[in-house]
């Protein structure tokens, strides 16, 4: 009896150091990226090593170019994770590339998303010193990229401009557009500023410049949040031309958003976002922008889509979570639940129109429902 109850307190002991938390991971998982190559495919893989090493928990990573490729694993539940960028807003809300009667808003969730700065950068010469003094310049857009697109819709709004107040140039790949200020084919656009074109421009005769979104503006930010609520004030130190020691007032969105649908158990996103946090001293090191995966930064709004039920208990468990940021996610919800309502009874009525005419009616009904929000 001895014997039994010494080996009991043994096992009970072994029990009591093993890691209980790596039980609780799944022996394997699916995740959408971007392609390979990208930052949101290194992080993820980065991620996925961590959680390789310390659970044992075998991580699959299906790489893709759209949007729509990153989310129909996900949607068809072939997938339990999806590393998006901004097609996680336009997917809430059913917006340009789901703006279609195949698609629509959907409820789907967010689990952490690190933070990206951006601002309307310029040529140094252009005479663009703050974002108002854009008026009547030329604004590099990139064709088919609403990701791109709205996000310098949004830093232009900031200023009191709209489209009708610059010179849109749209060139046909990012590439052409990032490098079109180097060219002097443009004076402005709005993109990271670590974008490899950005370098080239810096060490032009043009030089650069970085029209600052001052967080006290709050004006601005009004403005700025009613084309895209899902950005927030944002200081970055690591920036083409920027000298070492001087930061630059940007806007912060999401890239890549840890993404799952609604009906993920709440026990599943809790124990992922607990090994993401458990795990970060493994992968922060694994890009030059990882370490801005901790959850003080990742694990708070705004970001595209409502936080899931299991990430913000784990928040509130840590002690991250605030009371606005409840509001925020309450407010974000409300939004989402309000556009999916109108959708299904705009799709309904609107079945027999061509796809073109549906999407420009449906954009509209979805601007009144937002409105009306206000």
Not at 116 to 121: H, N, P, S
Not at 297 to 318: M, Q, T
Request: contains cysteine.
């Amino acid at each position: 009896m001895n014997v039994r109850m010494k080996l009991g307190v043994a096992a009970a002991a072994l029990m009591a150091a093993a890691p209980l938390h790596a039980q609780e991971m799944p022996d394997t998982m699916v995740w959408t990226s971007y392609d390979v190559g990208s930052a949101g495919y290194a992080e993820a893989s980065a991620i996925a090593d961590a959680f390789g090493k310390e659970y044992g928990t075998r991580v699959r990573i299906q790489p893709s170019g759209s949007g729509i490729g990153r989310l129909q694993p996900l949607l068809q539940g072939r997938a339990d994770y999806a590393f998006l960028a901004t097609e996680a807003f336009f997917i809430g809300e059913g917006a340009y590339d789901f703006a279609t009667p195949d698609w629509g808003p959907h409820q789907l969730r967010a689990v952490a998303g690190r933070p990206a700065g951006i601002t309307l950068i310029a040529a140094g010469d252009a005479g663009i010193d703050t974002v108002e003094d854009a008026a009547g310049k030329r604004i590099a857009f990139v064709a088919g990229n609403p990701s791109v697109n709205v996000k310098c819709e949004a830093i232009l709004a900031f200023g009191g401009l709209t489209l009708d107040d610059v010179e849109v140039i749209t060139f046909p790949t990012y590439s052409a557009a990032m490098s079109s200020m180097t060219r002097n084919e443009a004076d402005a656009t709005c993109t990271t500023p670590t974008t490899s074109q950005l370098y080239e421009l810096a060490e032009s005769p043009r030089g650069i410049h970085y029209a600052p979104l001052e967080p006290g503006n709050d004006a601005g930010w009004d403005q700025l949040l009613e084309v895209l609520p899902i950005m927030s004030p944002s200081e970055e130190d690591v920036a083409a031309g920027l000298a070492e020691g001087e930061t630059a007032k940007m806007a912060a969105y999401r890239y890549p958003v840890i993404t799952t649908t609604a009906e993920k158990s709440a026990d599943e996103v809790y124990t992922f976002i607990k090994a993401l946090d458990e795990t970060f001293d493994m992968y922060k090191d694994g890009t030059a922008a990882m370490s801005r995966w901790t959850l003080e930064r990742s694990g708070k709004p705004a970001i595209d889509i409502p936080f899931h039920e299991g990430a913000i208990r784990y928040l509130e468990e840590i002690g991250i979570w605030t009371e606005e940021d409840q509001a925020w996610n309450d407010q974000r919800q409300a939004r989402m639940d309000a556009l999916v309502e109108a959708w299904d009874s705009f799709s309904s009525e609107n079945s027999d129109m061509s796809d073109e005419e549906f999407a420009e009616a449906w954009m509209e009904r979805r601007s009144e429902v937002i409105s009306s929000m206000n």
